[in-house]
């Protein structure tokens, strides 16, 4: 009984303390829902919510066909992996990220950087089109998800703690990246095709 207990503490703890990093430095929910807003009628993005249909649209069960077990698990479901375990928390390699759902090209190295929370970060994607944002309540709190533009599929939550010259930290999950090395002064990230999935 002492050791379920034990285990129960621990994981309690384990959890708490993934919501504390991922959330590290948040403040104002609303403001991040009021830039959210601002940066979906500045650009011409819509927020997640009211995009009726998405490019690339599949049933669960062609997702189940096309994903591992976890990418579904992040990109369907919703889900968060461990900080600090994941592929591409720690790559300092130059390239460009893809949905690892869909393929489209999301976020570069260029603007990636070290956030301190075990998760790759990111101040600005490629270009505002590419990633919709909606309320997320899940888990007794408030946050903004970033999803794929292109397909839905869940990257994410951004927060306005990151660095200049957006204040902004996208904070994603490597399971729900695809990364491809290449020399970025020789393309334009802007037009990159979509990179069919594997």
Avoid at 92 to 99: F, H, L, S
Avoid at 133 to 145: A, G, P, V
Wanted: glycine share 8%; with cysteine.
């Amino acid at each position: 009984m002492m050791m379920k207990l034990i285990i129960y503490t621990a994981i309690v703890g384990l959890l708490g303390a993934l919501l504390i990093s991922c959330n590290q430095n948040d403040h104002n929910q609303h403001s991040v829902a009021q830039h959210a807003a601002i940066t979906a009628q500045d650009t011409h993005a819509q927020p997640a919510d009211t995009m009726d249909n998405y490019e690339v649209t599949k049933t669960e069960e062609e997702w189940r066909e096309l994903l591992s077990s976890g990418e579904y698990r992040i990109l369907r479901s919703r889900g968060t992996e461990l900080p600090y375990v994941n592929e591409y928390y720690d790559n300092k390699k130059e390239g460009v990220y893809y949905c690892g759902a869909c393929g489209n090209p999301i976020f570069t190295s260029e603007t990636k950087y070290e956030s301190g929370t075990g998760w790759p970060s990111f101040w600005q994607p490629i270009k505002p089109s590419v990633v919709g944002e909606r309320e997320d309540n899940s888990l007794f709190m408030t946050r903004t998800e970033s999803v794929c533009a292109r397909c839905g599929s869940h990257l994410g939550h951004v927060f306005e703690d990151g660095p200049e010259p957006t204040g902004l930290r996208y904070c994603l999950n490597s399971q729900a990246l695809d990364f491809v090395e290449m020399d970025l002064s020789s393309v334009n990230v802007e037009d990159l095709p979509v990179k069919e999935k594997d």
